[in-house]
């Protein structure tokens, strides 16, 4: 026992670690330590009589035992090499039993002793205590204040928010963002991300693979696929793990997969009964065998576009339409075979398509179109003439360059559509104006009206049907390009009844600027005032008029002041819409330049910029006529050029571009 010497004094300056329980206030302590005192000090203890353990946990040098915390004197207190009898009494404690009131020595001793046998824990090889978690120790300052551990947010997040918090990702994001970690990667890829998978944006970037991998781990999960253009799926089996791992599409665009595989298509058809909408356009492996797939399996199909399949004929649509009750759009356009009167009797007979687009069916003649719309041999109303048959329920009909129908064929959609909204004839050159009076008479809700390339059309249809027409206050889009006897005379009573127009076409034909005063005095009558003053103008009529010779600059100068108008009253007022023009390619860049100002708000630039145009074309004009004072007619065409490419540098207020660059403006 004399060998034995006293444990080193703790170290006050060590970092103190406390347990997982807050540090006790002062009180407390002292009242703990004078209990652990009393219970050192008691006779009691003497007569249990049993002699320590030798296994005890405070063998080494470095221990502390519990009979330590009885009141011995301080660590500094004792001599080397003595025994301090608090560490090591086997016997009766010499300690008297009286309670003591300050015990300075042991402020925080509870941490320094969690310390110390943490420390002798570790050098122990067969320790018998254990330290708490690292976890859920907190750190104490030395002021005194608990410092915690930095809380790991994303960490401790569910996972349903961390997947709603992604979902706010574009899908080529969300490809970035799983380079961060294997954790980001996981929650990337995970299937409830990409319910709606859409290549349109990257589908030149992305690699083979990584397409590949992201499809098959959300396989499951996602409804709307759209790989348009994707031709890095240019092996088979590529397409095979795809198809493997679709099964719950609702909408499916495969166009342009040229890659595809016959069996693939099928697979991928056969594992798929909810689509609803399907897009096969010019893939070479749709045939009539696929279109009887599709009528097998996909009783739900609404939409179908099989347009540019050069393997299949109007046999497949067949199919299609009579095993797919729900089909309400049918796009076949560029598909041979359509002059089959038993297609025709199909189509008729369900009468449940809504658009149909036969845009490019070359061989659609009038018998197949007439069973097509009324059907085999119907009853006649003597005194109409007109078949009894229920109407028909399309909405949307296109029969652009189908150069074999003429005005009889046509004409029997008159009174047969009433819920027609959109009507596409361009391209049909045997076309008259009698095709047109019966299906404008009976169509109300008529807002879609292309007759582009009807070399045929007067000025009667116009004049005296279509503007007078039911379906003339609900017109927005009419497209009269190359209609060659269209002139003013046609157009003028359509732009003042025609009040809804938004997009009228006309270029290569006969009108002139009378055509555009009155588009610009429809659009003043119709447009709403601001209030405001800040309130900025939008396009509220788009205009084209290319190649129409008697169109000059003075009725674009009249569109351009139109634009430009400003309203003053009592309180500030401006013009919301205005007219967007496409007119002749020397005077465009000058009309968009005043188009922007005026979108800007910017309506002194802009009204000087119409001015000065004005000035020059009006010289360029005296410049090229002959006479006497032609020389000084060119000179104020050349000053009349120069302010106008000075103008063209920039708004009022600014630094003008210099004359040695060239202007925005190519009419100089």
Known sequence: MSDITPPDPIDEESPVVTPLESRPKEKRRQRLLQGIQRMSSSPSLQQIGRSRSSSSPYSTRGSLSCVSLAATPSFGQYPSGSVTPGYFSNGQSSVPG????????????????????????????????????????????????VRKLPFDFWAKMPDEI??????????????????????????????????????????????????????????????????????????????????????????????????????????????????????????????????????????????????????????????????CPRLRELRAGEVKGFNNIAVAEAIYTTNSLERLVLSGCVDLDDEAFKTMIRGPEPEIDILTDRPIVPPRKLRH???????????????????????????????????????????????????????????ELTNDILSEHLAKAPCAPKLEHLSVSYCEHLSDAGMLPVMKNCVSLRNVDMDNTRIGDLVLTEAAAMVRARSSRALQRDSRACVGLRLVVYDCQNVTWTGVREIMSRNAEVIRHSSEKSAMEIISLKCFYGWQQTVEQHTQRVLKKDFAAAVRLE??????????????????GSRRRRRRAREAQMLHADEEGGAAGGRRRARTVAAACAVM
Not at 126 to 131: D, H, I, K, L, V
Not at 415 to 431: D, F, I, T
Request: include cysteine; charge should be neutral; aromatic fraction near 6%.
């Open 98 to 145: 009286s309670p003591i009131t300050e015990l300075p020595a042991f402020e925080g001793i509870e941490t320094r002793i969690a310390r110390k046998v943490a420390n002798v824990s570790t050098t122990n090889p067969n320790p018998t205590t254990a330290s708490l978690p690292v976890e859920v120790v907190a750190t104490r300052s030395r002021s005194g204040t």
């Open 162 to 323: 961390r997947v709603h918090i992604l979902s706010y990702l574009r899908p080529k994001e969300l490809i970035r963002v799983s380079r961060v970690s294997r954790e980001f990667h996981t929650f990337c890829l995970d299937g409830q991300l990409w319910t709606h998978f859409d290549a349109t944006e990257f589908y030149m970037e992305i690699p083979a693979e990584a397409l590949t991998r992201i499809i098959v781990s959300a396989g499951p999960f996602v409804k709307d696929l759209n790989i348009r253009g994707c031709l890095q799926i240019e092996h088979y089996k590529r397409a095979e793990v795809i198809v493997t791992a679709c099964k719950n599409l609702i909408n499916a665009t495969l166009e342009g997969c040229r890659n595809f595989q016959r069996n693939t298509l099928h697979n991928l058809i056969r594992s798929n009964e909810k689509l609803a909408n399907l897009n096969l356009t010019s893939m070479t492996a749709v045939t009539n065998s696929t279109c009887k797939i599709i009528s097998q399996h996909c009783p739900q199909l609404e939409t179908l576009n099989v347009s540019w399949c050069k393997h299949m004929d109007a046999r497949g649509v067949k199919m299609v339409v009579l095993g």
């Open 397 to 455: 009909l296109d029969l652009s360059r189908c150069s074999q129908l003429t005005s009889q064929a046509v004409g029997t959609l008159g009174y047969l559509v009433p819920e027609l909204q959109g009507l596409q004839l361009s391209g049909c050159n045997a076309l008259t104006d009698a095709a047109l009076q019966p299906i404008l008479a009976s169509t109300p809700r008529l807002t879609h009206l292309e007759l582009e390339e009807l070399s």
């Open 611 to 628: 001015r000065k145009w004005a000035d020059y074309m009006q010289a360029v004009e005296e410049a090229g006529a002959a006479g006497a």
